[in-house]
């Protein structure tokens, strides 16, 4: 396939530029998806429904958003990208801004599923972007960046939308539809991001101005598949994502051991909120393991993948050590928020319940946060320029059906504990099963290594061929 030539080059300031915007709006879109479930109680009200019908609009927002990312993705393999991440992003901020403006619950959940389909371009064709702007030897760096991005997003639609919408649930919803305007403003001035440009093996027709045109084809979905490694990195979605997907019940654990402990029901909740919140700070530490596996990636082509299968599997005991080592919880019953929040910080220092409990939980994060990074990285390291965005939306939804599975069975194993161990030792137990998951996933990894060396050399030697034919 002869290659076209092009001019348009790119300064460092501008590569770095658009590095920043795009893990921004990483994390932008993951606060639009953040804004619903904090005020589950206003929407209901006013749009006269049950809460649960608003957990329904939720589960189906994120099986809609990670189906359409498979197509967006396919399409962005195909074509060029810049206007698909524009679009899409002008889709849910569309999207978000009619769920502010709703007056009923079929137009809030016809809203939020618009929105649902253009967030799906969001993650999938930024990820091919990034992958392209990046080079090997600093994927796992920057990738850490990436899915650290969208966990602090997350967040922040939490906080934005409890905070916003205290008065008014309709103004958060409003606010982050003007952000998502701007967002779609600020692609206008990103660098045109070049398919394969970070690789070594294009580097000298890329600076010869020689444009890399593969493009995926339906006839390459069946080699997607049968590369083993990307079988390995799919496939572990479902066991990683069903322990990480239980772990959001983690408020509840520590709220009913507050009431466990003779709280009130409402301190008990603000207890388990802050308790949660501060727990997975770990989370961070994602950047740690992007380096780590950056580091043993220049030693060995295992490197990675290595990284990954060690940090979910040391993880285990850590969390083992968290669910069912209790702790003494000593706050002010009925304090305003403020008070309790001052003394559950305190009690870290004071407790040496709560100091252990919280250094084996950011331990236990900060260990299975190796995950992420160096998913993303290997995605890109097996697989050439043109199928990263369809694999990562593939990975991505596998990753919704563990992630929906774990979060609703634990629910029932719950409830199954229950009969054997009074509350709150039934939720320590049921989180504390759901870990194993990690076993099948670091096993899963340890396969990855195996694989990834031969499938790193082919893509290699497939890219040299091709840089030879541009």
Same mark, same amino acid.
């Given at each position: 396939?002869?290659?076209?030539?092009?001019?348009?080059?790119?300064?460092?300031?501008?590569?770095?530029?658009?590095?920043?915007?795009?893990?921004?709006?990483?994390?932008?879109?993951?606060?639009?998806?953040?804004?619903?479930?904090?005020?589950?109680?206003?929407?209901?009200?006013?749009?006269?429904?049950?809460?649960?019908?608003?957990?329904?609009?939720?589960?189906?927002?994120?099986?809609?958003?990670?189906?359409?990312?498979?197509?967006?993705?396919?399409?962005?393999?195909?074509?060029?990208?810049?206007?698909?991440?524009?679009?899409?992003?002008?889709?849910?901020?569309?999207?978000?801004?009619?769920?502010?403006?709703?007056?009923?619950?079929?137009?809030?959940?016809?809203?939020?599923?618009?929105?649902?389909?253009?967030?799906?371009?969001?993650?999938?064709?930024?990820?091919?972007?990034?992958?392209?702007?990046?080079?090997?030897?600093?994927?796992?760096?920057?990738?850490?960046?990436?899915?650290?991005?969208?966990?602090?997003?997350?967040?922040?639609?939490?906080?934005?939308?409890?905070?916003?919408?205290?008065?008014?649930?309709?103004?958060?919803?409003?606010?982050?539809?003007?952000?998502?305007?701007?967002?779609?403003?600020?692609?206008?001035?990103?660098?045109?991001?070049?398919?394969?440009?970070?690789?070594?093996?294009?580097?000298?027709?890329?600076?010869?101005?020689?444009?890399?045109?593969?493009?995926?084809?339906?006839?390459?979905?069946?080699?997607?598949?049968?590369?083993?490694?990307?079988?390995?990195?799919?496939?572990?979605?479902?066991?990683?994502? %069903?322990?990480?997907?239980?772990?959001?019940?983690?408020?509840?654990?520590?709220?009913?051991?507050?009431?466990?402990?003779?709280?009130?029901?409402?301190?008990?909740?603000?207890?388990?909120?802050?308790?949660?919140?501060?727990?997975?700070?770990?989370?961070?530490?994602?950047?740690?393991?992007?380096?780590?596996?950056?580091?043993?990636?220049?030693?060995?082509?295992?490197?990675?993948?290595?990284?990954? %299968?060690?940090?979910?599997?040391? %993880?285990?005991?850590?969390?083992?050590?968290?669910?069912?080592?209790?702790?003494?919880?000593?706050?002010?019953?009925?304090?305003?928020?403020?008070?309790?929040?001052?003394?559950?910080?305190?009690?870290?220092?004071?407790?040496?319940?709560?100091?252990?409990?919280?250094?084996?939980?950011?331990?236990?994060?900060?260990?299975?946060?190796?995950?992420?990074?160096?998913?993303?990285?290997?995605?890109?390291?097996?697989?050439?320029?043109?199928?990263?965005?369809?694999?990562?939306?593939?990975?991505?939804?596998?990753?919704?059906?563990?992630?929906?599975?774990?979060?609703?069975?634990?629910?029932?194993?719950?409830?199954?504990?229950?009969?054997?161990?009074?509350?709150?030792?039934?939720?320590?137990?049921?989180?504390?099963?759901?870990?194993?998951?990690?076993?099948?996933?670091?096993?899963?990894?340890?396969?990855?290594?195996?694989?990834?060396?031969?499938?790193?050399?082919?893509?290699?030697?497939?890219?040299?061929?091709?840089?030879?034919?541009?």
């Amino acid at each position: 396939m002869a290659g076209t030539r092009i001019s348009r080059r790119g300064n460092a300031a501008h590569r770095y530029y658009s590095v920043v915007v795009f893990v921004v709006l990483a994390s932008l879109d993951n606060v639009a998806i953040g804004l619903v479930p904090p005020l589950y109680g206003p929407i209901s009200g006013a749009l006269g429904v049950p809460q649960r019908l608003l957990g329904l609009v939720t589960a189906v927002s994120f099986l809609v958003s990670a189906v359409a990312a498979v197509a967006w993705a396919y399409v962005g393999d195909r074509a060029d990208r810049k206007p698909l991440l524009m679009v899409g992003t002008l889709v849910w901020a569309v999207g978000t801004g009619g769920s502010g403006l709703a007056p009923n619950y079929p137009a809030f959940l016809a809203a939020q599923l618009l929105a649902a389909v253009g967030l799906g371009a969001v993650g999938s064709v930024g990820f091919s972007v990034v992958t392209d702007l990046i080079s090997p030897r600093r994927r796992g760096l920057v990738m850490s960046f990436w899915g650290l991005s969208q966990g602090v997003g997350t967040l922040a639609g939490t906080l934005t939308g409890g905070i916003l919408g205290s008065t008014d649930w309709r103004r958060p919803f409003l606010a982050v539809t003007v952000v998502g305007v701007v967002a779609a403003a600020a692609y206008l001035f990103t660098y045109d991001v070049r398919r394969g440009q970070s690789e070594p093996e294009l580097a000298r027709a890329v600076d010869a101005g020689v444009e890399y045109d593969y493009r995926i084809s339906r006839a390459d979905l069946p080699r997607i598949l049968a590369r083993r490694t990307n079988r390995w990195l799919i496939l572990q979605g479902l066991t990683a994502q %069903a322990a990480f997907g239980s772990l959001v019940w983690l408020p509840v654990l520590f709220a009913e051991r507050a009431r466990d402990q003779g709280y009130s029901p409402a301190t008990a909740v603000l207890v388990g909120s802050v308790f949660a919140t501060l727990f997975q700070l770990g989370g961070v530490l994602s950047i740690v393991g992007g380096l780590a596996g950056d580091a043993l990636q220049r030693r060995t082509p295992r490197g990675r993948a290595l990284v990954a %299968a060690v940090g979910v599997l040391a %993880a285990l005991p850590f969390y083992l050590v968290l669910f069912l080592v209790p702790i003494r919880i000593d706050v002010p019953d009925g304090g305003g928020s403020g008070a309790v929040v001052g003394a559950v910080l305190a009690s870290v220092l004071t407790e040496p319940t709560v100091g252990l409990s919280l250094l084996t939980a950011v331990v236990a994060l900060a260990l299975t946060s190796a995950n992420s990074p160096n998913w993303f990285a290997l995605i890109a390291d097996v697989n050439p320029p043109e199928h990263r965005g369809t694999v990562y939306s593939l990975g991505n939804l596998v990753n919704g059906i563990g992630r929906a599975a774990g979060n609703g069975l634990v629910g029932v194993a719950f409830h199954g504990l229950r009969a054997a161990f009074p509350p709150p030792l039934n939720y320590a137990v049921g989180l504390a099963v759901f870990q194993l998951f990690f076993i099948p996933t670091g096993l899963m990894y340890w396969l990855a290594s195996r694989t990834s060396p031969g499938d790193i050399r082919s893509l290699r030697d497939l890219l040299h061929t091709r840089a030879g034919r541009l």
